[in-house]
């Protein structure tokens, strides 16, 4: 079946760091991903997307790749912020499957 | 603003008693979701609306159901409650259903605890 995993379930990091999150997929088909942001007690946020005729994609602080060879994408957090903790979900569009999450713990 | 508004943000309930969770939005998209996330897990998702298009999860158990009378509103109807119930729900929208640009706005979410 559809599935969207994640390889790590916590991600440890210094504030200044740069960090690397992970998430394999399983349908070669899929064609959109959304990274979203999870905080303690909220709904997830909206980070970033990329559509599979792309393999990066910036935005403030952040970056997504895409290898569609090896079904893998990764967001990137750049400088890494206390305020960037939180759980990390991708997603893939036309399954509306979530990844199983990534949490990220960012001391100062 | 807030664009998805859920209510009520903490729900107690007994074992056996039917509850409603509600949610409406401001952003009028199309598609309204209800997903169920329980602790240190991601969203799953129980069902989704496309306009009244109704559309349920192979695996979303008979006990949970939906009505959207309105673009603005979904409701989330549990008719008997169980202890596994227990979990935070949450309710999206999104201006289309698939495909690219498919993103979604959640709510914050309605913690159900079951007693």
């Known amino acids: 079946g559809e599935s969207v995993g994640l390889h790590l379930p916590t991600l440890s990091v210094q504030e200044g760091d740069n960090s690397i999150i992970n998430c394999a997929y399983s349908?070669?088909?899929?064609?959109?991903f959304i990274w979203y942001k999870q905080e303690s007690g909220k709904g997830p946020q909206f980070i970033i997307d990329?559509?599979?005729?792309?393999d990066k994609r910036q935005g403030q602080r952040v970056t997504v790749l895409l290898n569609k060879t090896v079904k893998h994408l990764s967001l990137q957090i750049a400088a890494t912020q206390p305020g960037d903790s939180a759980v990390y979900f991708c997603?893939?569009?036309?399954?509306?499957?979530f990844g199983t999450g990534t949490r990220l713990l960012v001391s100062p | 603003d807030a664009m998805v508004i859920q209510n009520p943000r903490y729900q107690v309930t007994q074992f056996g008693k039917p509850v409603t969770l509600s949610c409406s939005q401001t952003?009028?998209?199309?598609?309204m979701y209800w997903y169920q996330q329980k602790s240190s897990q991601a969203p799953k998702l129980l069902f989704h609306?496309?306009?009244?298009?109704?559309?349920n999860e192979a695996d979303t158990p008979d006990n949970f159901q939906s009505r959207r009378p309105n673009t603005s509103f979904c409701f989330l109807d549990i008719r008997s409650p169980g202890l596994g119930d227990a979990a935070m729900y949450l309710c999206?929208?999104?201006?289309?259903?698939?495909?690219?640009?498919?993103?979604?706005?959640f709510g914050a979410g309605t913690r159900l605890s079951v007693l």
């Open positions: 349908n070669s088909a899929s064609d959109y």
């Open positions: 999206a929208t999104s201006r289309v259903r698939v495909g690219a640009k498919n993103i979604q706005y």
């Open positions: 609306y496309y306009d009244k298009d109704f559309n």
């Open positions: 997603a893939e569009s036309s399954t509306l499957v």
């Open positions: 952003l009028n998209h199309n598609v």
């Open positions: 990329i559509r599979s005729n792309m």
